[in-house]
T-cell receptor, first 114, second 113 residues
Framework: DTAVSQTPKYLVTQMGNDKSIKCEQN?????MYWYKQDSKKFLKIMFS???????INETVPNRFSPKSPDKAHLNLHINSLELGDSAVYFC?????????????FGPGTRLTVL | EDQVTQSPEALRLQEGESSSLNCSYT??????LFWYRQDPGKGPEFLFT???AGEEKEKERLKATLTKKESFLHITAPKPEDSATYLC??????????????FGKGTLLTVNP
């Protein structure tokens, strides 16, 4: 029974295309996140939603747009894909409790832009 | 700015050879420090959370400790299945970062049989 799931697992596309990645969690958490892990394996937060409200928006190009239709889902849409967007994107969720909620990660989506 | 530095970048051990991984951090205040394990092609898997200096937590062959400036992940008598990248992350105690973890670059551990 997968706790945090992402689709697709692999995404290969051409420069300039628009693509979406979907994330779902069945843990009952109220906070969800998108992280980017680059080729050097450095994991960096991009966005976070708490109860469908955007609470973290790091310095990310506005070609990236997160959307949270409900507490269990957080999608990431990327417009006009560039070579530098190639990375692994991880979704995560946490139950925010006094600011110390442990984050649980999905399996990742490997995006390759050609 | 919050910073997390992990060392060494890579560590190769023989099975049964105990060692430690280091995570040094600089934050304005610490809500919690997290250790994750990441296997190739998978998402980070939660291991431990430490909240205050002097705290220790154990799980099988792993033991995490915390001081005011750093955390150690001690691996006792490791086995090949302990091979993975170990990530450290801090949760700062500052108003704008209530939900934000800052990760280190990780230590790639390889345990040879």
């Amino acid at each position: 029974d997968t706790a945090v799931s992402q689709t697709p697992k692999y995404l290969v596309t051409q420069m300039g295309n628009d693509k979406s990645i979907k994330c779902e969690q069945n843990l009952g958490h109220d906070t969800m996140y998108w992280y980017k892990q680059d080729s050097k394996k450095f994991l960096k937060i991009m966005f976070s939603y708490n109860n469908k409200e955007l609470i973290i928006n790091e310095t990310v190009p506005n070609r990236f747009s997160p959307k949270s239709p409900d507490k269990a889902h957080l999608n990431l849409h990327i417009n006009s894909l560039e070579l530098g967007d190639s990375a692994v994107y991880f979704c995560a969720s946490s139950q925010f409790v006094l600011g110390t909620g442990t984050q649980y990660f999905g399996p990742g989506t490997r995006l390759t832009v050609l | 700015e919050d910073q997390v530095t992990q060392s060494p970048e890579a560590l190769r051990l023989q099975e049964g050879e105990s060692s430690s991984l280091n995570c040094s951090y600089t934050v304005s205040g610490l809500r919690g420090l997290f250790w994750y394990r990441q296997d190739p092609g998978k998402g980070p898997e939660f291991l431990f959370t430490l909240y205050s200096a002097g705290e220790e937590k154990e799980k099988e062959r792993l033991k995490a400790t915390l001081t005011k400036k750093e955390s150690f992940l001690h691996i006792t008598a490791p086995k090949p299945e302990d091979s993975a990248t170990y990530l450290c992350a801090v949760h700062p105690n500052s108003g704008g970062s209530n939900y934000k973890l800052t990760f280190g670059k990780g230590t790639l551990l390889t345990v040879n049989p």
